[in-house]
């Protein structure tokens, strides 16, 4: 199977993230990337596709945020990373505001997904890697591996949370869209819900999404993902979502994906993307799942036997020593 990935992706690398009401170390390290490309042999470098098929999926003025926020961070006679602190979560009037900080506020939803000088560079590589892999499959490969890095999941069309920036996964599946895949399903099996997956095709009746994951009654990120989300307007139907609670192990997880994956049948996709998150194994350190290695190539054969045109992106997976194994078992078993 094809890899991509950029080493731009590497340069993100917060110190600090504000987590269970203290600062601890960022968790989304590159170390993560390093292990899985070594495990995996190596990547090829993606082309640069510009800046046109990410502003399909994010507003202008987002991605002109991230990349002015640590100037403006500086500017304000800040030191460190650019971590918001006010949110406005209701009644949010459409203000045009400078402050850093009110920007911060904006266009973040929690205080774990810090802007550093390196941001913006590093989840424009990113998006790239991604595109670079679904242009590979839209060319004739049967599959192939976005190595992203930074992840993409959580964050919308403007916003940045769960150390997502850029959502990868939403710029895959709108890059297929536009080269003329009429309908596209994206499966996330990340531990934790993809909301800002969620959010930016709720309405579209042209893009199925289908999450299993934690509760979001007991785990990140709480607003979204239970199940009685479906879907608004043109795209009422289009979103299932399959929360599970923490301890679950391989054999409910399987029969969760099974439901999604006859649930996506039932759509028809020409395409499908797959947000992969091996943040699902026994003993990561922010999850709750009990899952094994070995697991992840049989969750992949499933869906690998669906024969669907399959771009796979990395989401999470914060068990830094054991995140390559887990990569190569769901790349071997696909």
Same mark, same amino acid.
């Given at each position: 199977m094809r890899a991509?990935?950029?080493?731009?992706?590497? &340069?993100? !690398?917060? *110190? /600090?993230?504000?987590?269970? $009401?203290?600062?601890?170390d960022y968790a989304e390290v590159p170390a993560r990337a390093e292990m899985i490309l070594a495990a995996i042999g190596g990547a090829e470098l993606p082309a640069d596709r510009g800046e046109a098929p990410i502003l399909r999926v994010h507003d202008a003025d987002y991605c002109r945020f991230l990349r002015e926020a640590p100037a403006l961070w500086r500017a304000a006679g800040r030191t460190g990373e650019a971590i918001p602190y006010a949110f406005p979560i209701v009644g949010r009037r459409p203000l045009r505001?400078?402050?850093?900080?009110?920007?911060?506020?904006?266009?973040?939803?929690?205080?774990?997904?810090?802007?550093?000088?390196?941001?913006?560079?590093?989840?424009?590589?990113?998006?790239?890697?991604?595109?670079?892999?679904?242009?590979?499959?839209?060319?004739?490969? &049967?599959? !192939?591996? *976005? /190595?992203?890095r930074p992840p $993409?999941?959580?964050?919308?069309?403007?916003?940045?949370?769960?150390?997502?920036h850029l959502n990868v996964a939403a710029i895959a599946a709108q890059a297929a869209r536009d080269a003329g895949r009429a309908r596209v399903a994206i499966l996330?099996?990340?531990?934790?819900?993809?909301?800002?997956?969620?959010?930016?095709?709720?309405?579209?009746?042209?893009?199925?999404?289908?999450?299993?994951?934690?509760?979001?009654?007991?785990?990140?990120?709480f607003y979204w993902g239970h199940a009685d989300e479906r879907g608004e307007g043109e795209g009422t139907g289009t979103t299932l979502n399959l929360p599970l609670p923490q301890g679950t192990d391989v054999?409910?997880?399987r029969a969760a994906q099974a439901k999604v994956l006859d649930a996506i049948a039932a759509f028809a996709p020409d395409f499908l993307i797959v947000s992969f998150g091996a943040d699902t194994r026994e003993g990561d350190p922010i999850s709750r799942f009990r899952l094994t290695t070995a697991d992840y190539a049989l969750l992949a054969a499933d869906i690998a036997a669906r024969g669907w045109p399959t771009t796979i992106v990395m989401e999470g997976g914060y068990a830094v020593d054991a995140l390559g194994a887990n990569v190569v078992s769901f790349l071997s078993g696909f």
């Open positions: 991509f990935f950029h080493p731009d992706q590497l &340069r993100h !690398a917060p *110190a /600090l993230e504000l987590h269970n $009401g203290g600062f601890t505001l400078d402050r850093i900080d009110a920007l911060l506020g904006r266009h973040g939803f929690d205080a774990t997904t810090p802007i550093t000088a390196d941001t913006w560079n590093s989840a424009y590589a990113s998006a790239q890697t991604a595109l670079a892999a679904t242009h590979a499959v839209l060319c004739g490969e &049967r599959a !192939a591996f *976005a /190595l992203c $993409g999941h959580h964050a919308g069309a403007d916003y940045c949370g769960g150390y997502c996330d099996i990340d531990y934790h819900h993809g909301n800002g997956t969620q959010d930016i095709f709720y309405d579209r009746a042209d893009v199925f999404y289908a999450s299993v994951h934690a509760d979001p009654a007991s785990d990140y990120p054999d409910a997880f």
